[in-house]
C-alpha cells in the first residue's frame, strides 16, 4: 500500500506511515482490530504488556466508567514471551505493521532477559513498561526511582538491537527528572503517560468498585495532564516523546505533536470506535491541507508559547 | 463457526418505548447487521452523553434480514441505559457488533430457560429455532411481558413466579427436572441471574441433557483486546466472554 507521504516519519530508525501508534493493553495484539483498522497504516501496534511467565491477571471487578474516563487494573494478564514468540508473533506477519512489544519484569534482569528474548525479527521496539500501577511486585517501583528505571534502560539496552522505548508513569512528583534519567542510561525514546492511579467506591455496598481496590485511569479526562507532561518532557530531552493519555481526536492528536510529541499513542478510545486511528490520521491530514504544512514533522514542538 | 465481520453500524432509531417498569425496547434500522447476527451475539451500543465514555454491551433480541431491523431490549441501571430511555425514532445511534460467539441453532427441539433480561438474547434463539419450548421465570406476572414475545416463537411455554401470580409458584429450576424427565428435548439453553444458569446446569448433567448457558461480565472493548471481561473456565484457562462467549457450554464454565 502507499500511503500520504506527508504523515510519514522516522522514528528510531522505524519507518511509520503514520505518527499514530496504538497504546499497550487498549489494542490487544493488533488482530482484534483488523475489521477495523489497517494496520500497516499506523506507525505501530503496542501490543498488551507482556512479561516472562504466563500471568492470569487480577480477579473481580477489572474495570470502571468514570466521568469522560475508565479505571482498570487488569493485571497483566499475558501468555508469556514465550507464547507470545512462538504463536502470536508469527500470525502476526501477515499485517506487515511495526509490532512494539510493552514488557514489564519483577526484577531488573528480568528486563534484559525479556529484551533479548524480543530481539528477533518481526520485532520493531521494545517499550519498557516500568509504571503499571495494578502489579503488586515490583513495577510501580521501578517506574518512581529515577535509580531503578534507569537501569532497567541498561539491562534491556545491554540485550537487544531493537530501539528501547521507556514508558513514563505520571505518579511521580518530577516527570522531568525521570524523564532525563533514563534519557541518560540510554532510552531510545521515551512514551507518556501511563495511567494515573485512581478508585471508585459503591457507596451502596461500600465497597471498592475494582477487584484491586485501585486501578489506572485513562481515557479523554486525563488529556490535559498528559499534555502538561509531554510538553514538559518534550522540552527537556533530545530523544523523541511518544505522547498519550487521551487522545480521542485529530486535535487531540495534534495538541500533543504541537507539544513536542514525535508521535501519538491512541489507547482507550479504541474502545469506544475501533475505527478511530484512521479517523485521526485522516484529520491530521486534513489539517496539514489546511494550514498548508507540507509535513507532519513540521508540526513537532510548534507550539508558539 | 466462520466469524462474520465485526463492524460499526449507524443506525436509525426506528422505535424506542417502555415495555414494562424499568425495561425498554428498541428497534433500530441496521441492514448489515440484521443479516449477520446470529442469536446469542451481542452489540456494544454507544449512548452519547456528558460524561459517558464506554459502550453498553446489549445482547441482540431480534434481528429480521427482511426489515433490516435489529432489536434489543434493555433494564434502566444506571446513567447509560438512562441515557438511552431519551432516544427517539429518527436519531441516530452507533451500534458494534455481532460480537461474540452465539447459540446452537442447529435442528432439535430446544428447552428454552430465562429469566429477567436473560429472556432477550433468547426471545431471537426462539424465533430462529424449527423447534422449541420456553420456561420463562420471573417475580411476579408484571415481569413477564415477555410471553407476548414467546407465544408466536414457541410450541409450547412453562411459566414460573416467585410470587405466584403467573404460572407455578416457585423458580424455574423447581419445574426443570419434571420438564427434562419427558425426555423431549436435545438439549437446554438458558440465559438468566447466573444462579439460575449454574443450577439450570447442574440439572441437565444430571439427567444427561446438553445445556448451553450466556454469561455476562463488564466490558469495555467487546472485541478481545482489553481483557476486562475475564472469566475461568472449569479446566483453569482464562476465558474472555465477548470473545469466547458469552454462550459457553456450561461445562466449559461451571464446575
Ligand atoms: C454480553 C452482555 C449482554 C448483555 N445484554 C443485556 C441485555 O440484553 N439487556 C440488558 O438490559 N442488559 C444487558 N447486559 C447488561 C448491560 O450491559 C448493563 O446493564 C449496562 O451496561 C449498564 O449500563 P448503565 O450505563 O446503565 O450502568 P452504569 O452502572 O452507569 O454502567 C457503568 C459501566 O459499567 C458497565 N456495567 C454495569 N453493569 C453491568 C453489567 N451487569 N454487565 C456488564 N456491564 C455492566 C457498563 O457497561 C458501563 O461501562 C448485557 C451485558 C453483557 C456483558
Ligand atoms: C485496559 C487497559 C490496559 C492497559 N494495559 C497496559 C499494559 O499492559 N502496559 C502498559 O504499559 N500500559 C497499559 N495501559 C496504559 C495505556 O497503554 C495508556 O498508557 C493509558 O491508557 C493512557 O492512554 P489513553 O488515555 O489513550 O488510554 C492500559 C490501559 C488500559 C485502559
Ligand atoms: S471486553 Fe475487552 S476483552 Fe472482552
Redesign the interface.
Known sequence: MTYDPRLAVDICGIHMNTPIITAS????FGE??A??VDLERLGGVMV?GTTLLPR??NEG?????T????L?C?GL?NPGAEVFLKETLPRLKKYNMNVIVNISGSTTEDYGTLAEMLDVDGVAAIELNVSCPNVKEGGIVFGTDPVAASAVVRAAKAHTKKPVILKLSPNVTDIVMMAKAVEEAGADAVSLINTLMGMAIDIRTKKPVLGNITGGLS??CVKPVALRMVWQVAKAVKIPVLGMGGISTAEDAIEFLLAGASAVVVG?A??????VTMTIADGIAAYLDEQKVAHVNELVGALQA | MPET????HITEVIENVKVSEGVWHITVKAPKLAQAAKPGQFVQV?VEGA?????RPLGIAGADAEQGTVELFYRVLGKGTAKLTGYRAGDSL?I?GPLGHGFDTSAGNVLIVGGGMGLAPTKFLAERLEHCEALLGGRNAGELFWTKYYEPATEAMHITTDDGSMGTKGFTVAVLPELLATGKYDRVAVCGPEIMMKKTFEICREQGVPCEVSLEK????G????????IDSTDGR?LHVCQDGPVFRGEEVFA
Open positions: 493493553g487498549t489494542f490487544g482484534e482490530f475489521d477495523f498488551k492470569r491477571g471487578v477489572r474495570i470502571a466508567e466521568p469522560a474516563g475508565m482498570n487488569i494478564e481515557g479523554p482507550t479504541n474502545f469506544v470506535d475501533p475505527s | 465481520k465485526k463492524e460499526n454507544l460524561g459517558l465514555l464506554l459502550r452507533s458494534l463488564r466490558m469495555a472493548c472485541l478481545g483486546a482489553c481483557l476486562s471481561c475475564n482464562r
